[in-house]
């Protein structure tokens, strides 16, 4: 069983929400202590042709969130309305599902797994029903969830703090899904340079509207000729604008 110890972050997960669609991507290092690293996928993705687009990310301890995204896949398109995403009405009723699953198994758990460590775990649930626009959701370890809306664009889970500054600055409602991925990777380079909990491959998602299509997925590794120079390119750019900027004043100056 793997958990993680009390208060490490185990992941770094980021949704974007876009007019023309959604970015989502993940990492995929788990560890339970800097000696126990290992690699599991963090985004499961649920999909009908031509009708939905489901996908579920996950952060917190492995077991748990496995449990979850498990049982609800099994339950995909068995007609058991409390469980079966196939037959969700709408992504807000999918949410509610791994709130509630997720609820269950913590419930279920927590006296077994407490002394090894945290029993919980968060989730992103992005994506789209026929119907209805592509949303993004946040649902938290107690069960409970947030939407992502037009005024905060983005969600996190996991190692958040790292990759936010760049998302502050640089997203709006006109950043194109290209131009988003592109902030979704320079927003993992800062969280894994800082944190050596979070790491490749990366799972990217861009989710282009009313497509249900997830052809766009990609998995980035370490060595990735993109993701080399794009961390070596944002790394340049950086050092030569702070040699651009002034430096403070000296006390005598001021």
Not at 55 to 70: D, E, F, P, R, Y
Not at 105 to 124: A, E, H, I
């Amino acid at each position: 069983m793997l958990t993680r110890k009390r208060g490490a972050s185990m992941t770094y997960c980021l949704g974007i929400l876009l007019p023309t669609g959604l970015v989502l991507a993940a990492d995929s290092r788990s560890n339970a202590g800097v000696d126990q690293i290992a690699l599991a996928r963090k985004m499961a993705l649920i999909t009908v042709p031509g009708d939905r687009v489901i996908a579920i990310l996950s952060a917190g301890n492995l077991a748990t969130t496995q449990s979850v995204v498990s049982q609800l896949r099994h339950a995909a398109g068995s007609g058991d309305a409390e469980w079966d995403v196939h037959a969700a009405r709408n992504l807000f009723d999918v949410a509610a599902m791994v709130g509630t699953k997720l609820r269950e198994v913590v419930d279920r758990d927590t006296r077994y797994v407490q002394s090894y460590g945290d029993p919980t775990g968060s989730f992103l649930v992005g994506g789209q029903i026929s119907g209805e626009e592509p949303r993004l959701f946040q649902v938290y370890s107690a069960g409970n969830f947030i939407e992502a809306s037009s005024r905060s664009r983005f969600l996190q889970i996991g190692e958040t703090k790292y990759g936010k500054p760049i998302l502050d600055r640089v997203l709006d409602h006109q950043t194109s899904l290209d131009e988003a991925a592109k902030l979704a990777m320079l927003s993992f380079d800062a969280t894994i340079r800082s944190n050596l909990s979070v790491g490749p491959p990366i799972d990217l998602l861009r989710y282009q509207i009313d497509s249900f299509s997830v052809a766009n997925l990609q998995t980035v590794v370490d060595g990735d000729p993109y993701w080399t120079s794009l961390k070596r390119g944002y790394a340049e750019g950086l050092s030569s604008l702070v040699d651009t900027l002034p430096c403070p004043p000296s006390a005598t100056e001021a």
